[in-house]
């Protein structure tokens, strides 16, 4: 199955801000507006902190924010703090035959 | 509180068949799709399938189809994963997943904790 397109690292410092990018083709991302994104701490299970491309399930701080251009969606965590190290991954709805696809994920490291 | 709670760690031999659990609770069961997310050693997140415990419409991957078998017990507000003869490959960790095609489509919103499979002779 295809996967979407994420660089395999990305790193700040406390404060500072990190995207995160998501490629995909307008089969997916690109031909819907039903990006999410999921948090997974080393060991444990995948956390939703995005979905629909920008908007945020509650409890997720106000830090992460999503957008999309094109076939390609980002997050940004903004004030990076130490327990945002983690990887990232994105996921598009992808029509009715191949239905989801999951990106290829994104360690953070908070320097 | 809504939470998934899978079944625990399997060690099976190749050519071993399988059936893990997803109990859901806290929610209308009924009301949402159960996905199965396959995790290999060190990997990402690949989507296997997903089933409407209401009614048990299942659909597959197009990478999985054939090699694994969903289904649900709505009376039980479980799901399940299965295989009929493992192969070294299968091992990886197998997450459900709540998805919500009606109110926020497509998303993924609450996850079991996962089951670790071993398969190794």
């Known amino acids: 199955q295809s996967v979407l397109t994420q660089p395999p690292s990305a790193s700040g410092s406390p404060g500072q801000s990190v995207t995160i990018s998501c490629t995909g083709t307008?089969?997916?991302?690109?031909?819907?507006?039903?990006v999410s994104w999921y948090q997974q701490h080393p060991g444990k299970a995948p956390q939703l902190m995005i979905y629909q491309v920008n908007k945020r399930p509650s409890g997720v701080p106000d830090r992460f924010s999503g957008s999309k251009s094109g076939n390609t969606a980002s997050l940004t965590v903004s004030g990076l703090q130490a327990e945002d190290e983690a990887d990232y991954y994105c996921s598009s709805y992808a029509g009715s035959n191949n239905l989801y696809v999951f990106g290829t994920g994104t360690k953070v490291s908070v320097l | 509180e809504v939470q998934l709670v899978q079944s625990g760690a399997e060690v099976k031999k190749p050519g071993e068949s399988l059936k893990i659990s997803c109990k859901g609770s806290g929610y209308s069961f009924t009301s949402y799709w159960i996905a199965w997310v396959r995790q290999m050693p060190g990997k990402g997140l690949e989507w296997m399938g997903i089933?409407?415990?209401?009614?048990?419409?299942?659909r597959y991957s197009p990478s999985f189809q054939g090699q694994v078998t969903i289904s649900a017990d709505k009376s039980l507000t479980t799901a399940y994963l299965q295989w009929s003869s493992l192969k070294a490959s299968d091992t990886a960790i197998y997450y459900c997943?709540?998805?919500?095609?009606?109110?926020?489509?497509?998303?993924?919103?609450?996850w079991g904790q996962g089951t670790m499979l071993t398969v190794s002779s």
């Open positions: 307008s089969s997916d991302v690109g031909g819907y507006n039903y």
């Open positions: 089933i409407y415990p209401r009614d048990s419409d299942t």
């Open positions: 997943a709540r998805l919500d095609l009606f109110i926020t489509p497509h998303v993924f919103d609450i």
